[in-house]
């Protein structure tokens, strides 16, 4: 035999042959007695040196296989996509979904831009209840009615006991008078 | 590599290639009696308990869906037949015992006559030890690489890096073994 299908058996023994290679090599493994012998002889040698224990080329296991298997009806699966295609299909669609159902939802709260603008308001508010005098008794940015609706949810919120709620608008007080 | 390959394989089968598998059986017959046989160790039994788990794989070849590697699904076929071998044995023990006469009219009885044979056995003891020998006579270098690759089971990349050379020089230094090894085989095979 040449000793560059050897070589090359040697490698498909090991997973280190290209694939198209590899197919073709087994092909012809399948077709040719003395391809078939040293592949079997090669695969000895690395049964022995593994489990140090000796085997007798089984020449005939394929085809026994083969033939127990005569009787069997033909597989036969309508090919589909690959299963890794289909799961990041699923996952993107999925993510995509995710996001578009958090920015609608979102949509109301994003309008002030200034984290602060709720506090801030209410600030202005209590100054405004406390100072009668001020010249500027209404908030610098807003609605007023808006501070309203926020001093009365905050209020609100907190005599009702919502878990997780602080008492918010008592510390803008505190805060205040000092 | 090697699961692209078995990757279109499997898919060959499935469209109906039968001869495909047996390319497969070929490529995984020395890995799954291997595997068959840490828990059986009558050699005979365990090339039995092989040729079941390839019949398993080719009925159960229609809902393999590629989830996990080829070998990997294989794998899990061949212990769960060798442990439910193992444990029918154990609550059926004198169904198994077969006269050799009886054995003899199977179509594995060559491979009984051969392997089991005190001439069979002494056979493979012969291999083992020759195997043995030629792998002690290598030069450290082919000694080395081939261990690194048989019995870690390392890639060539791996093997390069740890011997610091090429990974041509490693393809070269494995085949090199292997042949030495092939030589001394061939004689007792005849």
């Given at each position: 035999?040449?000793?560059?299908?050897?070589?090359?058996?040697?490698?498909?023994?090991?997973?280190?042959?290209?694939?198209?290679?590899?197919?073709?090599?087994?092909?012809?493994?399948?077709?040719?007695?003395?391809?078939?012998?040293?592949?079997?002889?090669?695969?000895?040698?690395?049964?022995?040196?593994?489990?140090?224990?000796?085997?007798?080329?089984?020449?005939?296991?394929?085809?026994?296989?083969?033939?127990?298997?005569?009787?069997?009806?033909?597989?036969?699966?309508?090919?589909?996509?690959?299963?890794?295609?289909?799961?990041?299909?699923?996952?993107?669609?999925?993510?995509?979904?995710?996001?578009?159902?958090?920015?609608?939802?979102?949509?109301?709260?994003?309008?002030?831009?200034?984290?602060?603008?709720?506090?801030?308001?209410?600030?202005?508010?209590?100054?405004?209840?406390?100072?009668?005098?001020?010249?500027?008794?209404?908030?610098?940015?807003?609605?007023?009615?808006?501070?309203?609706?926020?001093?009365?949810?905050?209020?609100?919120?907190?005599?009702?006991?919502?878990?997780?709620?602080?008492?918010?608008?008592?510390?803008?007080?505190?805060?205040?008078?000092? | 590599?090697?699961?692209?390959?078995?990757?279109?394989?499997?898919?060959?089968?499935?469209?109906?290639?039968?001869?495909?598998?047996?390319?497969?059986?070929?490529?995984?017959?020395?890995?799954?009696?291997?595997?068959?046989?840490?828990?059986?160790?009558?050699?005979?039994?365990?090339?039995?308990?092989?040729?079941?788990?390839?019949?398993?794989?080719?009925?159960?070849?229609?809902?393999?869906?590629?989830?996990?590697?080829?070998?990997?699904?294989?794998?899990?076929?061949?212990?769960?037949?060798?442990?439910?071998?193992?444990?029918?044995?154990?609550?059926?023990?004198?169904?198994?015992?077969?006269?050799?006469?009886?054995?003899?009219?199977?179509?594995?009885?060559?491979?009984?006559?051969?392997?089991?044979?005190?001439?069979?056995?002494?056979?493979?003891?012969?291999?083992?030890?020759?195997?043995?020998?030629?792998?002690?006579?290598?030069?450290?270098?082919?000694?080395?690489?081939?261990?690194?690759?048989?019995f870690d089971g390392m890639s060539y990349d791996d093997i390069a890096e740890a011997m610091n050379c090429p990974v041509g020089t490693v393809r070269s230094r494995i085949f090199r073994a292997r042949e030495a090894i092939d030589k001394k085989l061939k004689t007792l095979l005849g």
């Amino acid at each position: 035999m040449q000793e560059d299908v050897k070589q090359e058996i040697s490698l498909l023994i090991d997973d280190e042959l290209p694939k198209s290679s590899a197919l073709r090599l087994f092909e012809q493994i399948e077709s040719d007695e003395e391809s078939r012998a040293q592949w079997d002889r090669y695969n000895l040698i690395g049964h022995a040196i593994r489990s140090g224990s000796g085997i007798l080329p089984d020449v005939e296991f394929v085809r026994r296989v083969g033939r127990a298997l005569e009787n069997e009806p033909i597989v036969f699966v309508p090919a589909r996509r690959k299963a890794g295609f289909r799961r990041k299909a699923i996952s993107t669609a999925l993510a995509a979904s995710i996001a578009l159902i958090a920015i609608v939802a979102l949509q109301p709260w994003s309008a002030p831009t200034d984290r602060s603008f709720g506090s801030l308001a209410l600030a202005e508010y209590d100054r405004s209840q406390t100072n009668p005098e001020s010249s500027h008794p209404r908030t610098r940015q807003g609605d007023p009615s808006l501070n309203d609706y926020l001093v009365t949810h905050n209020e609100t919120t907190y005599l009702v006991g919502t878990p997780g709620m602080l008492p918010y608008a008592r510390v803008v007080t505190y805060n205040a008078k000092h | 590599m090697g699961e692209q390959i078995d990757e279109e394989l499997v898919r060959r089968v499935q469209g109906g290639d039968k001869k495909a598998f047996d390319i497969l059986v070929r490529k995984y017959q020395y890995k799954i009696v291997q595997l068959i046989s840490r828990y059986i160790k009558d050699s005979s039994e365990a090339l039995d308990i092989a040729q079941e788990t390839f019949i398993k794989a080719y009925r159960a070849l229609p809902n393999f869906r590629g989830e996990s590697a080829f070998y990997t699904w294989l794998y899990r076929i061949a212990i769960n037949t060798a442990k439910n071998y193992i444990a029918t044995r154990a609550r059926h023990p004198a169904e198994n015992e077969i006269d050799i006469d009886v054995a003899e009219q199977f179509e594995t009885a060559p491979r009984l006559k051969d392997q089991e044979t005190p001439e069979g056995v002494a056979l493979t003891e012969e291999l083992a030890w020759a195997i043995q020998v030629a792998l002690a006579e290598l030069p450290d270098e082919l000694r080395t690489a081939i261990s690194l690759r048989e019995f870690d089971g390392m890639s060539y990349d791996d093997i390069a890096e740890a011997m610091n050379c090429p990974v041509g020089t490693v393809r070269s230094r494995i085949f090199r073994a292997r042949e030495a090894i092939d030589k001394k085989l061939k004689t007792l095979l005849g």
